[in-house]
Nanobody
């Protein structure tokens, strides 16, 4: 599975962005998917995950109520809708695909990673 993340950019605090992750390759609809982020000087952290059908999602506590993850298997794309953005959301956001059908909040649960897209939130 090859993953291409897009949709990042510069936004003011309180604004919204929607990230997309397009998958190519043999598998997608059977894979759990996730979003992670890494801020400058910090470790990578979990943001959101979704299972193969979209029926089950996980969100980090720091983004609950503001972010939502969804997927369109027909388009082979997973989305991260980000609302009420805060300066602390500034990071490079990575999408990832699991070899299995479930999503996970652990990076070790993913086998395939996209290249990342930068989100910058100004105060």
């Amino acid at each position: 599975v090859q993953l291409q993340a897009s949709g990042g950019g510069l936004v003011q605090a309180g604004g919204s962005l929607r990230l997309s992750c397009a998958a190519s390759g043999r598998r997608f609809s059977n894979n759990g998917m996730g979003w992670f982020r890494q801020a400058p000087g910090k470790d990578r952290e979990f943001v959101a995950a979704i299972n193969w059908s979209g029926s089950h999602t996980l969100l980090a506590d720091s983004v609950k109520g503001r972010f939502a993850i969804s997927r369109d298997n027909a388009k082979r794309t997973v989305y991260l809708q980000m609302n009420v953005l805060k300066p602390e959301d500034t990071a490079v956001y990575f999408c990832a695909a699991s070899r299995g059908s479930a999503g996970s909040n652990e990076g070790s649960g993913y086998n395939y990673w996209g290249q990342g897209t930068l989100v910058t939130v100004s105060s």
